[in-house]
């Protein structure tokens, strides 16, 4: 088409001047040089007219280009990439930017001589001069260029090396050639692209159209010369501005690879920001929250954790999903899978609460709003201990809601079917309870220094220790995974025919030990500290002090002593082999405790109550100091 307009012209401007065909050899190099500068001025109107008039089409195709770079906001961190804009306008020469074959060159002298040449490197990396020759300027920055152009050009300016009458000599870029780099992997324009040569990893991506919402941010391979130069993790430049890949430039022949992402996790609720995060390595659910921009100030300490069993570990399509609660910060131990959901529950409210018991996952108080569902709930619950238990629920769901005069109770029986079509009450009682002809599935029980301690289904014949006290939420300061016991159920089959269930305790097990139906985990506590808890002064851990023995008056002391209101009395150590023992009277601060034991001092609710007990223990102390002290001073 443009040839024809092209050769349309030339005819008309031939014809209107009267010149033949024939004629043009006998034209001079000005005569043919304006009839070319008419040509390309018509051409120009004639192309401008046509725009004008495809307008409409020219929108659509932009809006259609725009379309394109739309992106899902579910996912964070892929809108950084869509620009509209050219960035690289206003961007100074970079000092280390080296020129090649196809850029151009501007070249201005003044002094002697006043002259201002564009110039284009040759495929070669030459540029030619007149009476000097073909110079290689390839290779080099622009200063390096430019004091190699001043050499040569001195054999024909002498004065440029004259300090007295100098000419001068700078040398500019131009117009640039864009370079071409290798996109692989997930991107919009995988292949080849031409990029602007002072581009960055980051930048290099937007001109390609960015990542897809398959490819990982965090895991982004920098390949020259067959081999990666650098990993970027794009994640610490879109939270904080800081990244070290700026300092990388792009050349030409590079190759940026874009792999899928391994483990992305979503979180909402009570959070600043709630998208999907891609994670990676070890990163735990305080990592999650820093990305996410913080917790909101209505935030609780509690989540709910939606972890995703993998597909080699499923027992079956039920239960690929498991339910848990989480405590922060104390979650760094907690697993989280590909795919999981991360759910922040707001500041508990008991104006606008809702409470369910039974068999779910984590029963207790939870927040409900104008049009709550129960299955909503049941959600927020962790869903049921065992997956294969909804099956078998039919009517067993039970709502007690009071009446308007508080006297009676309405009951509803609710299917689970139907859980999400029946909305919640402030202070609805729901109950879910377990159908007799139900057969429970393998599980196992852990307890002790745990930071969940429950019963957990076993999820396949693969689950190992390590697995399973980080879906209990870790352990605790006070625990010990090297002081872990399992308690083994055997079952056999006396000669009447009767079942006979016998236990085996198991100590000193590694981590990757294997899981069965019907193990109780225990974790032991620290042996060498002692906790104090309750109404003293520093509670917390301390160590135990070894000799002649240390005393639970030690102990409190070392904790910071009593707190004011202090039920003295009813204070109880709870041992580590969880037997509990109360304090006597009067000799119950002289109670020996031992590594491992547990400490805990009541307050007094009524603190206007005064407490003889504790008052009389604290005058038979005090006189026997005092008696004390007389012998100590008769002696002397």
Do not use: C
Not at 35 to 64: G, M, P, R
Not at 111 to 124: P, S, V
Not at 145 to 165: F, G, P, Q, R
Request: without cysteine; charged residues 20%.
């Amino acid at each position: 088409m443009q040839r024809f307009i092209y050769f349309f012209f030339l005819v008309n401007i031939l014809w209107s001047q009267q010149i033949s065909v024939s004629d043009l050899k006998n034209l001079s190099n000005n005569e043919l040089d304006q009839i070319k500068e008419e040509l390309q001025s018509k051409n120009k109107q004639v192309v401008q007219s046509d725009l004008i008039e495809n307008q409409d089409a020219i929108d659509v195709v932009q809006i259609e280009s725009k379309q394109v770079k739309v992106v899902d906001n579910e996912y964070f961190g892929y809108n950084y990439f869509v620009q509209d804009i050219n960035f690289f306008d206003n961007i100074p020469t970079p000092s280390d930017f080296k020129l090649g074959p196809g850029d151009e060159v501007i070249i201005s002298l003044w002094g002697e001589t006043n002259q201002r040449n564009k110039y284009i490197i040759d495929r070669n990396g030459m540029i030619f001069f007149e009476n000097i020759g073909f110079v290689n300027v390839s290779n080099k920055t622009i200063k390096e260029a430019e004091t190699l152009l001043v050499d040569k050009l001195s054999k024909i300016y002498s004065t440029l090396k004259d300090k007295n009458n100098p000419t001068s000599l700078m040398l500019e870029l131009g117009k640039i050639k864009s370079i071409n780099v290798y996109f692989t992997g997930q991107v919009m324009k995988p292949g080849i692209n031409l990029i602007h040569p002072f581009s960055d990893v980051f930048s290099a991506l937007v001109q390609a159209g960015g990542v897809d919402n398959s490819g990982s941010l965090r895991n982004v391979n920098l390949i020259r010369n067959g081999e990666v130069i650098e990993v970027i993790d794009f994640y610490s430049f879109f939270t904080s501005g800081l990244s070290e890949f700026q300092k990388i430039r792009i050349i030409d022949g590079d190759v940026i690879h874009i792999p899928i992402v391994e483990k992305r996790v979503s979180v909402k609720g009570e959070i600043q920001r709630p998208k999907q995060y891609e994670l990676i390595h070890s990163e735990s659910i305080l990592d999650l929250i820093d990305y996410a921009g913080g917790l909101t100030s209505t935030a609780s300490n509690k989540a709910i954790l939606n972890n995703i069993i993998p597909m080699d570990k499923r027992i079956s399509e039920d239960s690929a999903k498991f339910g848990s609660i989480v405590y922060l910060p104390l979650s760094n131990d907690v697993l989280i899978n590909n795919g999981a959901e991360v759910n922040i529950l707001p500041i508990a409210n008991n104006d606008f609460n809702v409470t369910i018991y039974g068999r779910v996952t984590l029963p207790g108080e939870y927040p409900i709003f104008n049009t709550t569902s129960l299955k909503q709930v049941l959600d927020l619950a962790g869903g049921f201990e065992d997956p294969i238990f909804r099956k078998s629920i039919n009517d067993n769901i039970v709502i007690l809601r009071q009446d308007e005069n508080q006297f009676d109770a309405q009951e509803f029986n609710i299917n689970y079917e139907d859980a999400d079509k029946f909305n919640l009450k402030v202070n609805d009682k729901i109950f879910v309870y377990e159908d007799v002809n139900y057969r429970n599935s393998f599980s196992y029980a852990i307890k002790g220094e745990i930071n969940i301690p429950g019963t957990y289904p076993l999820r396949g014949a693969l689950t190992t220790l390590d697995e399973a006290i980080k879906i209990a939420g870790g352990v605790t300061q006070m625990g010990s995974i090297n002081s872990v016991s399992v308690t083994k159920k055997l079952v056999s089959i006396d000669l009447d025919g009767n079942e006979i269930i016998e236990e085996e305790l198991v100590k000193n097990i590694s981590l990757d030990f294997q899981i069965a139906d019907g193990n109780t985990i225990t974790i032991l506590p620290k042996t060498n500290v002692i906790k104090v808890d309750g109404n003293v002064y520093n509670p917390g851990f301390i160590a135990h002090q070894s000799g002649r023995g240390m005393t639970l008056a030690n102990a409190v002391e070392l904790a910071g002593g009593y707190k004011p209101y202090s039920i003295k009395k009813n204070t109880y150590v709870i041992r580590a082999n969880g037997e509990i023992e109360q304090v006597n009277l009067f000799r119950g601060r002289a109670k020996r405790v031992f590594p491992g034991d547990s400490i805990f001092v009541p307050v007094n609710p009524n603190p206007d109550e005064f407490d003889i007990t504790s008052f009389i223990a604290d005058l038979s102390s005090t006189l026997a100091n005092i008696a004390a002290i007389l012998v100590i001073a008769d002696n002397n």
